[in-house]
């Protein structure tokens, strides 16, 4: 349900850069004829998928280490020049998983303090460059705290970048003003919502997308 709504984000011809989890799904909510491009920060332009397993190619991965093709008319490049597309702002949208986001599109992501992490990774780059950055996330962690947050209390990766967040419940626009509740994706309605997020919102929609 996530990764199909957040589909409907992509517009023709983007370039989108896909987070590690759940954004990798949403390549199958969008239509193959769209010209859409995805770009991998590890150094690939049209990313397709896996060739499954019987036609693997071991020297080509995502930036997450999956397996993965290349779409006619695709490109591999060296990593300078691929996070240059991303400090330039060539890229449309980056699809992100989160820990905590703010009302105000603060991103927390990478590091829960005393976890073994590898580090930071190519996500703080394109949070802080990327055209529009959508986080897609499930509404509460594993314990059933709330991941949308009055204020981040865990390690920042950018600030005031998030412009949408998706998640299996609702979808909410960030920024200046606040959280605001664009749509509602399941039937806990906007009152359930409030009991689940850790962050006043403005009620726009009620209804189910």
């Given at each position: 349900?996530?990764?199909?709504?957040?589909?409907?984000?992509?517009?023709?011809?983007?370039?989108?850069?896909?987070?590690?989890?759940?954004?990798?799904?949403?390549?199958?909510?969008?239509?193959?004829?769209?010209?859409?491009?995805?770009?991998?920060?590890?150094?690939?332009?049209?990313?397709?998928?896996?060739?499954?397993?019987?036609?693997?190619?071991?020297?080509?991965?995502?930036?997450?280490?999956?397996?993965?093709?290349?779409?006619?008319?695709?490109?591999?490049?060296?990593?300078?020049?691929?996070?240059?597309?991303?400090?330039?702002?060539?890229?449309?949208?980056?699809?992100?998983?989160?820990?905590?986001?703010?009302?105000?599109?603060?991103?927390?992501?990478?590091?829960?303090p005393g976890s073994l992490v590898a580090g930071i990774g190519g996500g703080a780059e394109l949070a802080q460059s990327a055209r529009r950055v959508i986080v897609t996330m499930l509404h509460t962690d594993r314990n059933g705290r709330p991941k949308i947050v009055s204020a981040c209390t865990l390690p920042l990766t950018a600030r005031r970048r998030?412009?949408?967040?998706?998640?299996?419940?609702?979808?909410?626009?960030?920024?200046?003003?606040?959280?605001?509740?664009?749509?509602?994706?399941?039937?806990?309605?906007?009152?359930?919502?409030?009991?689940?997020?850790?962050?006043?919102?403005?009620?726009?929609?009620?209804?189910?997308?």
């Open positions: 349900m996530i990764a199909r709504r957040a589909a409907r984000e992509v517009s023709r011809g983007q370039i989108i850069n896909l987070g590690i989890g759940l954004p990798t799904l949403i390549p199958h909510y969008v239509d193959a004829a769209s010209g859409v491009w995805i770009h991998s920060e590890n150094g690939i332009l049209g990313v397709g998928p896996s060739g499954g397993d019987d036609a693997l190619d071991s020297e080509l991965i995502d930036a997450g280490g999956g397996y993965v093709s290349i779409v006619p008319g695709g490109a591999v490049v060296d990593s300078a020049v691929s996070f240059g597309m991303i400090r330039r702002g060539m890229i449309d949208i980056t699809f992100l998983g989160a820990l905590q986001v703010s009302a105000h599109g603060d991103l927390a992501n990478w590091l829960v998030v412009t949408r967040i998706v998640t299996e419940h609702a979808v909410f626009a960030c920024g200046t003003e606040g959280l605001q509740l664009l749509e509602v994706l399941s039937d806990i309605g906007p009152a359930g919502l409030r009991n689940i997020t850790d962050a006043d919102f403005q009620a726009i929609a009620d209804s189910h997308a």
